[in-house]
T-cell receptor, first 111, second 117 residues
């Protein structure tokens, strides 16, 4: 049984560019949450998707958007990248329980 | 809004000894969940232990146990018989329960634990 997978593992972008990160939830899970983790800090909640809709959003600008597909996988899009967007982006999946399972993350570097 | 505070940035412990990591939180909720997550250098966030606020008994998972003091809003993690593989960053996290969706985790800043051989 595959756990939560994320792609790519690492990527480097230039300021002003756009990026798309992908997440496949654990088998049987229908809810996907995205978190941003700056270096040396705890993860910060970005948003959560359930039934292909954004259900809750943290304190992030509209440059951060997402999507959930019918197979429950999800994408995180960030437009007009800033240097401060450099971070580890974590995806977590769950299924109507309090327990969230995390993927290995995508390390984004903005230069 | 809920906040989670981990005031110790780093701790070190000798292999086979016991160490306690501290966490305090602030909430007006009566029903909630608390978690300790471990993040080794591999970056994978792993759930160590969870505690439901309505349960008075402290949770235990093998070498890991918690001291949950609801009135004091304190939630510490005790690691017994520390092993080299316990070296990681540890995060305390809070969740207000809902129907499943809309349940976000609020994390503390984390503490770096080093286990010395």
């Amino acid at each position: 049984d595959a756990g939560v997978t994320q792609s790519p593992t690492h990527l480097i972008k230039t300021r002003g560019q756009q990026v798309t990160l992908r997440c496949s939830p654990k088998s049987g899970h229908d809810t996907v949450s995205w978190y941003q983790q700056a270096l040396g800090q705890g993860p910060q909640f970005i948003f959560q998707y359930y039934e292909e809709e954004e259900r809750q959003r943290g304190n992030f600008p509209d440059r951060f958007s997402g999507h959930q597909f019918p197979n429950y996988s999800s994408e995180l899009n960030v437009n007009a990248l800033l240097l401060g967007d450099s971070a580890l982006y974590l995806c977590a999946s769950s299924s109507r329980t309090y327990e969230q399972y995390f993927g290995p993350g995508t390390r984004l570097t903005v230069t | 809004a809920q906040t989670v505070t981990q005031s110790q940035p780093e701790m070190s412990v000798q292999e086979a000894e016991t160490v306690t990591l501290s966490c305090t939180y602030d909430t007006s909720e009566n029903n909630y969940y608390l978690f300790w997550y471990k993040q080794p250098p591999s970056r994978q966030m792993i759930l160590v232990i969870r505690q439901e606020a309505y349960k008075q008994q402290n949770a235990t998972e093998n070498r890991f146990s918690v001291n949950f003091q609801k009135a004091a809003k304190s939630f510490s993690l005790k690691i017994s018989d520390s092993q080299l593989g316990d070296t990681a960053m540890y995060f305390c996290a809070f969740m207000k329960p809902s129907t499943g969706a809309n349940s976000k985790l609020t994390f503390g800043k984390g503490i770096t634990l080093s286990v010395r051989p």
